[in-house]
């Protein structure tokens, strides 16, 4: 029975309601599976996401330190199964999961070992080109490992049959589905490589799922094929479908057929290559009989060049050639000398006239020499006496015939002011025709007067 009046706080409520789910012995350790959403990583390494299926979704995280122990990198969309106990956070009065462990459902989990497993191979090399072998192009016998009563033998038959008659096919029945398949798979590889009665290999299957082709991602298998002296061509699964038996193979094709295609050479397009050849080898035999037939002309031109007539006609001609350049030369050379000849008659004179050539030269060299000579003496005797008169008009002897002189005090210099003179101080005066000794006895400035 309700008390209509003991009310509960939100807070008493969601206590309530936390240590009822979290104290549930059925809640504390869960495993549960279903559906990643809204997956998210937080910066310190927790995992938040949610986890749902077709009609039911919950929250759920996971810390840090078991985040570090998951094997794969979750993802939006993976089918993953948990191990959890229901937490409720009291703030805001919801409940989640808190997980502790987490791994891949079913196909999920099978996928990460696949990527794991190829990732791996991958960097030790098996996947290098320069570990696979060329496939013949014309084998007599082709093994196939695979299943004795599946439709692969028998599409794989068919195919070389129709395509290649001379190849013969041999069957190394093996299990290729379920437990011990990689075992036998891996046999029956073997036992072909001990026996080495084939040229190439084909190993394949049918269709199915990836658990059914899981032999093929399996190490035994796969050492097998890595190891094996014989070619092997792969024919796993639809054309979509990839194990990592198809990269560690020297060739991978999309189906059965597709493989023992690529094993043999198509009849017809053997038939047609023949009759390509066969006209290449024609033309070319035409070819070289033309070739031979031209050389032998040339050679019968050549033995005609070389017989004794032609040898002597081709030096008459030699001779008769050389004949006339001869001729034409020596009317050259003698024309040349003539005009030689007339050259230097021409240039040649008497004595006498180169004299009187001479003469008349010197006659008009001594004319032109007197003028030159007589016209330089005018010119300089002009000049001479211009310069004499501007020299005796600045001579100073000349003021002195107007009765000035030049007076020099005791050392010899030239007096031009009374400020340089004393009394009783000796001077010289200069005159037109002599010197006068005198002394100073009196000084007067021109302003004084007298």
């Not at 350049?325 to 004179?349: A, C, F, G, P």
Request: charged letters at 25%; aromatic letters at 8%; hydrophobic letters at 40%.
């Amino acid at each position: 029975m309700i008390v209509l009046d003991n009310y509960l706080s939100v807070t008493a409520l969601t206590k309530y309601i936390k240590a009822k789910l979290e104290g549930d012995k059925h809640l504390f350790s869960i495993l549960i599976k279903g559906e990643i959403s809204n997956f998210k990583r937080h910066s310190r390494g927790h995992l938040y996401f949610t986890l749902k299926d077709e009609n039911a979704q919950i929250s759920a995280i996971m810390f840090a330190r078991e985040a570090s122990r998951i094997d794969f990198e979750p993802k939006e969309g993976d089918h993953v199964l948990i191990s959890a106990r229901i937490s409720v956070y009291e703030p805001s009065g919801t409940y989640s999961l808190q997980v502790s462990s987490i791994k891949l459902d079913g196909v999920g989990e099978l996928y990460q070992k696949y990527e794991t497993l190829k990732k791996e191979l991958l960097e030790k090399g098996y996947f290098s080109d320069e570990h696979k072998k060329q496939i013949p192009k014309f084998p007599k016998i082709i093994g196939v490992v695979t299943s004795p009563t599946g439709a692969v033998i028998e599409d794989i038959k068919n195919t070389v049959t129709r395509r290649y008659l001379l190849a013969e096919i041999h069957l190394y029945p093996a299990l290729v589905q379920g437990p011990g398949s990689a075992e036998s798979i891996r046999n029956q590889i073997l036992l072909a490589n001990a026996k080495q009665a084939v040229d190439v290999l084909i190993v394949g299957r049918g269709g199915g799922s990836i658990e059914d082709l899981w032999g093929f991602n399996e190490m035994p298998v796969i050492e097998a094929i890595y190891n094996s002296k014989i070619p092997i061509i792969t024919a796993i699964g639809h054309e979509t479908d990839f194990t990592i038996s198809d990269f560690v193979s020297d060739l991978r094709a999309p189906t059965p057929t597709a493989a023992a295609e690529l094993a043999t050479p198509n009849t017809s397009d053997l038939l047609t290559k023949i009759d390509e050849l066969q006209a290449q080898i024609q033309y070319r035999v035409k070819q070289y009989m033309a070739e031979l037939n031209t050389q032998l002309v040339y050679l019968d031109q050549r033995l005609d060049r070389l017989s004794p007539s032609m040898k002597l006609e081709q030096l008459k001609l030699d001779l008769d050639r050389t004949h006339s350049n001869l001729i034409v030369w020596m009317s050259h050379l003698i024309e040349q000398k003539k005009n030689q000849v007339d050259y230097l008659s021409q240039r040649l004179t008497s004595p006498e006239q180169k004299i009187a050539v001479f003469k008349e030269k010197r006659e008009i060299l001594s004319t032109r020499l007197s003028n030159q000579i007589q016209e330089i003496m005018s010119r300089s005797s002009y000049q001479f006496n211009l310069l004499k008169t501007t020299l005796e008009a600045l001579n100073p002897l000349k003021v002195m015939d107007k009765g000035f002189g030049v007076i020099y005090n005791k050392d010899g210099n030239v007096l031009t002011t009374i400020q340089k003179v004393h009394l009783g101080e000796q001077i010289s005066v200069r005159l037109k025709d002599g010197i006068i000794d005198a002394n100073i006895t009196d000084i007067k400035e021109k302003n004084h007067g007298k």
